[in-house]
């Protein structure tokens, strides 16, 4: 019984999710979206250009469109935080947990003090 209870439940989903693809293929913000990506994808044939030639054209077009990567697996960079010592005035800025200093000052002074320490 428990199958034919999943296949009903499967059912009932699918005529869901067939409703609101047939609702967002009539949303004319996505056709456009999506003609425009078959225009692009034409011109990619038509020059034989791949994705990542693209991307270095608009790259060289506006720097900010650049990837960063050459494998285009970007990964958002951590904030640099800065830890100053109360006791010794000394400044620490990391984008990290591990950093030597401040591992030190965890030992000697604890880690919710050295959390404390941390500026804007």
């Given at each position: 019984m428990a199958n034919i209870n999943d296949y009903?439940?499967?059912?009932q989903l699918l005529e869901k999710l067939s409703d609101?693809?047939?609702k967002m293929e009539q949303d004319?913000?996505?056709?456009?979206?999506?003609?425009?990506?078959n225009k692009v994808k034409g011109l990619m044939d038509q020059y034989k250009?791949?994705?990542?030639d693209v991307l270095q054209i608009l790259g060289a077009i506006d720097p900010s469109v650049a990837t960063?990567?050459?494998d285009g697996g970007t990964r958002a960079k951590r904030?640099?935080?800065?830890y100053?010592?109360?006791?010794?005035?000394?400044?620490v800025k990391t984008r990290g947990g591990n950093h030597k200093t401040l591992?030190?000052?965890?030992?000697k002074y604890g880690k919710e003090a050295v959390q404390g320490w941390q500026q804007n």
């Amino acid at each position: 019984m428990a199958n034919i209870n999943d296949y009903y439940q499967k059912k009932q989903l699918l005529e869901k999710l067939s409703d609101e693809l047939n609702k967002m293929e009539q949303d004319q913000a996505l056709k456009s979206d999506l003609e425009f990506e078959n225009k692009v994808k034409g011109l990619m044939d038509q020059y034989k250009k791949s994705p990542k030639d693209v991307l270095q054209i608009l790259g060289a077009i506006d720097p900010s469109v650049a990837t960063g990567k050459a494998d285009g697996g970007t990964r958002a960079k951590r904030p640099l935080k800065t830890y100053k010592n109360p006791h010794t005035g000394e400044v620490v800025k990391t984008r990290g947990g591990n950093h030597k200093t401040l591992n030190e000052w965890r030992q000697k002074y604890g880690k919710e003090a050295v959390q404390g320490w941390q500026q804007n």
